[in-house]
Nanobody, 117 residues
Framework: QVQLVERGGGLVQPGGSLKLSCVGS????????MGWYRQAPGKKRELVAR???????NYGENVGDHFAISRDNVKNTVYLQMDSLTPEDSAIYYC???????????WGQGTQVIVSS
């Protein structure tokens, strides 16, 4: 059973940074595409970033270039480094795991990010 546990959310001032982490268990981590999505109040969940099995990354069209996704297959962890945060980045951030070649998504419980002065 796939389990994903996110950590690292919180309150940060505009211009600040946060690093989210998501630890996966119950599956072969290195065989999964890992991603981060976010959902703000009243908005649809959107892709923030994902990292493929081979390390290739892509980012959502509404995400600036101040986010960076990475993975550590030894620690079964995917990270999202977020810099130069703005209030528009405030949302619940969800970790996602998808087996390579599949559309069978698994989700974490989410971690809230609030960017406010």
């Amino acid at each position: 059973q796939v389990q994903l546990v996110e950590r690292g959310g919180g309150l940060v001032q505009p211009g600040g940074s946060l690093k989210l982490s998501c630890v996966g268990s119950g599956f072969i981590f290195e065989n999964y595409v890992m991603g981060w999505y976010r959902q703000a109040p009243g908005k649809k969940r959107e892709l923030v970033a994902r990292i493929f099995v081979n390390g290739i990354t892509n980012y959502g069209e509404n995400v600036g270039d101040h986010f960076a996704i990475s993975r550590d297959n030894v620690k079964n962890t995917v990270y999202l480094q977020m810099d130069s945060l703005t209030p528009e980045d405030s949302a619940i951030y969800y970790c996602n795991a998808r087996p390579r070649g599949s559309i069978d998504d698994s989700w974490g419980q989410g971690t809230q990010v609030i960017v406010s002065s």
